[in-house]
């Protein structure tokens, strides 16, 4: 669950910010050239560099990324592993669009200004308790965000610089990738082609709710006692339940399709009738009073509503293809060179070359390789 709470600012991680912005103007130096622990160069091209020391950073962030994804412990990825190998095949590209893209932001007077850095973390808190809630985890919102950013290897200084760099290279390919907007005829073909998978929502159902501890179904039978009588839901809810994240809202849960919440609670929900009280309802996080305010009937999305979705998805992939072609000239025209093993391009060991002088973007001459 938790990798779907971090979508929005997702693409600022998959980009592995962890490289140093190279001091710009100054010719790539060979491939091996040893610094200190973890500091070999194994991608270099003029203006900038790529670190051992990074990509081993960058696969254990992968590493860390997919876990959360499904849940499990992340599993120690060590170099020279065939694992290591297919994470570091992502990583080293994700490394030089990052760095291309801070490059060309320095070099062009791109910046991102703390409030928009700020308005993205805050965006991610709110997607946090949001998501956390539908899936029926309570807890304290801000503890809820921190062990998020736990679990994906982050601290929040350490975050917060991830935002900083995916908005700027947001940024970068907005200005180098415009392009122009999908006509309106596009956009149709779009809808029409996607309608029955994409654009045909499921029937959702208003709740909210009234959370009590498990040793407090005596206060939840007196407090639905209190709501037959007439009393406000939203003040029972502000004095009584335990549930943090909406208590403040009047219980709250927005509306959603059936499969959001633990099995009680969704079954609860979703053979109630419009306006009906339930409960106590108990699940494994103690007992609820539910109420279904709103039955919204399932149906085609009406092509007005998501036009202007449309339009942005296929300008992003427009942007996409356009950026990516940058970025392809731009590893030509700074003639990138990639330590044996790192180039991403490249054969896997032991195939048989296509013959031929390596070209620029090949992997670095044999002499440079480093030692073991």
């Not at 592993?81 to 291309?100: G, I, N, R, Y």
């Not at 994906?152 to 975050?159: C, D, K, L, M, N």
């Not at 996080?285 to 998805?313: C, N, R, Y």
Request: glycine share 10%; charged share 30%; aromatic share 6%.
């Amino acid at each position: 669950m938790i990798y779907l709470l971090f979508r929005k600012t997702f693409l600022a991680a998959s980009l592995a910010v962890l490289a140093s912005l190279a001091l710009m103007g100054c010719g790539a130096a060979p491939p091996g050239e040893e610094v200190g622990s973890g500091a070999k160069k194994v991608v270099t091209y003029e203006g900038g560099e790529i670190t051992e020391g990074e990509v081993v950073e960058g696969v254990e962030r992968l590493s860390a990324q997919s876990a959360a994804q499904t849940g499990q412990q992340a599993p120690e990825v060590k170099p020279g592993s065939p694992e290591f190998d297919a994470a570091k095949a992502q990583v080293v590209p994700q490394l030089l669009t990052q760095d291309l893209a801070l490059s060309y932001a320095e070099e062009n007077d791109i910046t991102v200004s703390d409030e928009e850095v700020q308005s993205e973390i805050d965006t991610t808190k709110q997607a946090v308790a949001e998501q956390a809630r539908t899936a029926g985890q309570e807890g304290d919102p801000e503890q809820l965000f921190q062990d998020a950013l736990k679990q994906f290897g982050f601290t929040e200084a350490s975050f917060r610089e991830e935002v900083r760099t995916g908005l700027t290279v947001q940024k970068v390919q907005e200005e180098v990738a415009g392009g122009a907007d999908p006509t309106e005829k596009e956009v149709r073909a779009y809808y029409d082609e996607n309608k029955e998978t994409q654009f045909t929502r499921p029937e959702q159902r208003c709740i909210r709710h009234i959370l009590f501890n498990k040793d407090q179904e005596d206060l939840a039978n007196d407090v639905k006692g209190e709501l037959e009588d007439g009393g406000d839901f939203a003040a029972l809810a502000k004095e009584h339940s335990q549930d943090p994240s909406n208590k403040d809202q009047g219980g709250d849960l927005g509306c959603v399709p059936k499969g959001q919440f633990v099995p009680e609670f969704d079954d609860a929900a979703f053979g109630a009738e419009e306006g009906e009280l339930l409960g106590p309802v108990e699940t494994e996080f103690g007992f609820h009073l539910i109420e279904v305010t709103e039955i919204q009937p399932g149906g085609e999305t009406p092509f007005e509503e998501v036009a202007q979705d449309i339009e942005e998805q296929i300008k992003g992939e427009q942007q996409a293809g356009e950026f990516q072609a940058w970025i392809d000239g731009e590893l030509k025209k700074r003639k990138v060179k990639y330590l044996p093993g790192y180039d991403p391009n490249a054969p896997p060991e032991g195939a048989a070359p296509e013959g031929g002088a390596p070209e620029e973007g090949a992997p670095a001459p044999e002499g440079e390789q480093p030692q073991e």
